[in-house]
C-alpha cells in the first residue's frame, strides 16, 4: 500500500474516533460511495452498537450455526474481515477457533478490543480496507467470515468484484468465505417487514429503511434515549451476490434463508451464503 493511501486510511480513522455527528451532506440520498462508511461509523454511534445487537439475543438466536459450519469442515483458523465491535470474533474464540479480526473502521475494532477485554479474551486485530486485504494481512486463512450485512456498504461492482478476489486470496485452497446480507429482495420487491429475529435483536431500537432505491437502502436506528443514526447501504439481491461470489473464482455457493436449507424466498430477513473455493459440494 501507498504511503499517500496509509496517510489517508489514517486520517479516516483518526476522524471516526474524533466524530459523533454523522455527516451525509445537504442531499443524504446521493451519498453512495464505498469509502462515506467512516463518517457514518462514528464514535457515539459506534458505542451504542452493541444495543442494537443484543449479544445475549444474537447468540441464542443464531446458536451454533456459525461454529458447527466450521467445525464441520475442519475449519479452525478464521479471518473476521468485518469485526465490528466483535460478536462473531469472540464467539469463534470462545469456541476454540483461531481468529484474526479485521475491520475498516477504526472505531469499531477499538470497541472490539474492549469487548473482548471485557470477556477475557485478546483480540488479535488489524486496520483494512478490503480492496487491499492482503497488504495489511499475512498468511492464509481456512475460512473468511464477512457478516452483519457489511458487505453492502460497497457500493461500487468494481469494488466488490475486487474485495472477493482479496477474499479469495488470502484463502488455503481448500478455504471456505461465508457471506451475508440482508433479504433485499423482499425489501425492494415487497416492501420492508423484517421482525429482526436473528440479527439485530435490541428490543428498544428501532431499525428501519426510511428510502430504498434499487442503488440505495438508507436504514435510520433509532435508540431509547431518542438518539438517531443512518447507514447508506447498497441493496445486493441474492443472485447478483451468488454470480459474482462464482466469477470471483469459488466453485460452489450454497445459500441459507435465517439459517435455513429451505425457505421461501421472500421469508427470511437474512441470506447466509458459503462459498467453497473448490468442489466438494455440490452448487446449491
Request: glycine share 6%; charged share 30%.
Amino acid at each position: 500500500m501507498s504511503s499517500h493511501l496509509r496517510a489517508v486510511l489514517r486520517e479516516r480513522a483518526e476522524r471516526s474516533l474524533r466524530s459523533s455527528d454523522q455527516d451525509f451532506g445537504p442531499d443524504p440520498t446521493a451519498v453512495r460511495e464505498t469509502d462515506h462508511f467512516h463518517a457514518e461509523y462514528v464514535q457515539s454511534f459506534v458505542e451504542k452498537w452493541d444495543e442494537l445487537i443484543d449479544w445475549d439475543s444474537r447468540a441464542e438466536s443464531e446458536g451454533r450455526f456459525f461454529i458447527e459450519l466450521l467445525k464441520g469442515r475442519g475449519k479452525m483458523n478464521v479471518l473476521d474481515v468485518a469485526t465490528g465491535t466483535g460478536f462473531h470474533s469472540i464467539q469463534l474464540l470462545d469456541a476454540g477457533f483461531e481468529v484474526t479480526s479485521v475491520d475498516g473502521n477504526a472505531a469499531m475494532l477499538t470497541k472490539a478490543f474492549e469487548n473482548a477485554g471485557d470477556r477475557h479474551f485478546i483480540l488479535k486485530t488489524i486496520h483494512a480496507d478490503w480492496r487491499w486485504l492482503n497488504r495489511e494481512v499475512n498468511g492464509k486463512f481456512d475460512a473468511i467470515i464477512c457478516l452483519g450485512n457489511s458487505f453492502t456498504h460497497i457500493f461500487s461492482e468494481q469494488d466488490r468484484r475486487r474485495a472477493l478476489a482479496e477474499f479469495y486470496a488470502a484463502l488455503k485452497h481448500d478455504g471456505i468465505l461465508i457471506l451475508d446480507q440482508r433479504n433485499y429482495d423482499a425489501i425492494l420487491d415487497d416492501g420492508f417487514s423484517s421482525k429482526h429475529k436473528y440479527y439485530y435483536c435490541g428490543d428498544e431500537v428501532v431499525a428501519e429503511p426510511e428510502y430504498v432505491d434499487e442503488g440505495l437502502a438508507r436504514f435510520q436506528y433509532t435508540f431509547p434515549d431518542g438518539s438517531k443514526f443512518r447507514l447508506n447501504m447498497f441493496p445486493l439481491r441474492k443472485n447478483y451476490v451468488r454470480r459474482i461470489v462464482r466469477e470471483a473464482g469459488f466453485a460452489s455457493v450454497k445459500t441459507y434463508g435465517d439459517f435455513q436449507e429451505t425457505y421461501q424466498e421472500a421469508e427470511p430477513d437474512f441470506f447466509v451464503h458459503v462459498a467453497e473455493k473448490h468442489m466438494d459440494d455440490p452448487d446449491v
